[in-house]
């Protein structure tokens, strides 16, 4: 089955890595609240508002839903903590949001980027991942997308754009 995939923070090249990192062969799209330079026209884009616009997560579900959306991975702080608020909205029309739970993202939010390996993890499984030496994720993490310390594998902090 050809999932439809889209993926915030477009016009950065951590989208691109994380859409090399998933490409299973499956449909993307990038949306970013930035234009697309126009050298990138081989992918769709949808230009979304900022994520912590009072209306951020309406519009994003409207443009999910216009696009036939399967999963969602928003790679902008603002983004991540206003959909935690609003999963379950997405969950009812059928497309899963692909964050850490709310009440973990303090925990793995960064100060500062980490150093080291992508994993992503949907419904408590590793989906993909860049390396394959054994990480220890916990087990509050069921969702996201997860750089784990290449220098101490219990380090981890949640995959973002800014």
Do not use: W
């Not at 784990?148 to 902090?157: L, P, Q, R």
């Amino acid at each position: 089955m050809i999932l439809k995939i889209l993926i915030t923070a477009g016009t950065t090249g951590l989208a691109h890595k994380l859409k090399r990192l998933l490409d299973k062969g499956d449909v993307f799209v990038f949306a970013d609240q930035e234009d697309m330079p126009a050298f990138v026209s081989n992918y769709r884009f949808i230009r979304i508002p900022p994520g912590d616009s009072f209306s951020f997560a309406h519009e994003l579900l409207k443009c999910c839903l216009d696009q036939e959306i399967d999963y969602v991975f928003p790679l902008r702080k603002a983004e991540i903590k206003s959909l935690a608020e609003a999963v379950q909205l997405f969950e009812e029309y059928g497309i899963k949001v692909v964050i850490p739970a709310k009440e973990t993202l303090p925990d793995l939010m960064p100060i500062q980027p980490v150093k080291g390996f992508l994993t992503v993890v949907i419904n408590g499984s590793i989906y993909a991942a860049e390396s394959n030496e054994a990480a220890v994720l916990p087990d509050r993490i069921h969702n996201g997308v997860i750089v784990i310390n290449a220098e101490n594998k219990n380090d981890h902090s949640i995959f973002t754009a800014d």
